[in-house]
């Protein structure tokens, strides 16, 4: 079965940068769209980045700019780099293929 492992979460201070890995197994992410999300305490889970696989990228408004989604499909892993990050990016970060989510990975800035 398709299964994700998200790592790389941690606490930064204002303006810091992280990098999100997200391991898959039980899929080809060639043949895939993949996404990451987040979810604030008390607050919906919401789009951050995604990677279609024919090439484009989307992003949220908030984080356009500052981060990065890649993949590395020899690897079955895809990524995103956060820059610049800023207290309201502090949430659980979430990677997705389809209905297959990981479970997660703490985001914390501090100001």
């Known amino acids: 079965q398709v299964q994700l492992v998200e790592s790389g979460g941690g606490l930064v201070q204002t303006g810091g940068s992280l990098r999100l890995s997200c391991a898959a197994s039980g899929v080809n992410l060639a043949f895939k769209n993949v996404n990451w999300y987040r979810q604030a305490p008390g607050q919906t889970r919401e789009f951050v980045a995604g990677?279609?696989?024919?090439?484009?990228?989307s992003y949220a408004s908030s984080v356009k700019g500052r981060f990065t989604i890649s993949r590395d499909n020899a690897k079955n892993m895809f990524y995103l780099q956060m820059n610049s990050l800023k207290p309201e990016d502090t949430a659980v970060y979430y990677c997705r293929i389809n209905t297959h989510w990981g479970q997660g990975t703490q985001v914390t800035v501090s100001s």
């Open positions: 990677s279609a696989l024919d090439g484009p990228t």
